[in-house]
């Protein structure tokens, strides 16, 4: 098999020589004084300034974790509370984890 190795430049506003290499990282970004990590985005970091560049995706995906924390407080009747809880122990998941797969499976 043939590989690809295309070299881009580096998009710097300052005068840099380096090339772009494609990166799987976990994002970290400041939300309210709490640290929110955004997990395997793709960035394009310059392998000598090491200016990080992000794919439209990328920025997508951040913006996705800055409007929507994955935090939710929400009311539901007890019995459905305890048939939950009793299905996450089934499962061996923690109940926040049924709730996300349930919410997951539902959505799809
Ligand atoms: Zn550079």
Not at 5 to 34: F, N, P
Not at 45 to 54: L, T, W
Not at 83 to 105: F, G, P
Request: aromatic share 6%.
């Amino acid at each position: 098999m043939k590989k690809i190795t295309k070299k881009i430049s580096c998009l710097s506003d300052k005068q840099c020589d380096g090339h772009l290499i494609l990166k799987h990282i976990d994002h970290t970004i400041k939300l309210k004084g709490r640290t929110v990590i955004v997990p395997d985005i793709e960035v394009w970091e310059c392998d000598k300034c090491g200016e990080c560049f992000y794919p439209y995706e990328a920025s997508k995906k951040i913006d996705l974790y800055k409007e929507y924390s994955g935090r939710l407080m929400l009311r539901i009747e007890p019995e459905i509370h305890w048939k939950l809880t009793r299905i996450a122990k089934k499962h061996h998941r923690s109940l926040n984890q049924e709730v996300n797969h349930l919410l997951e499976n539902t959505l799809k």
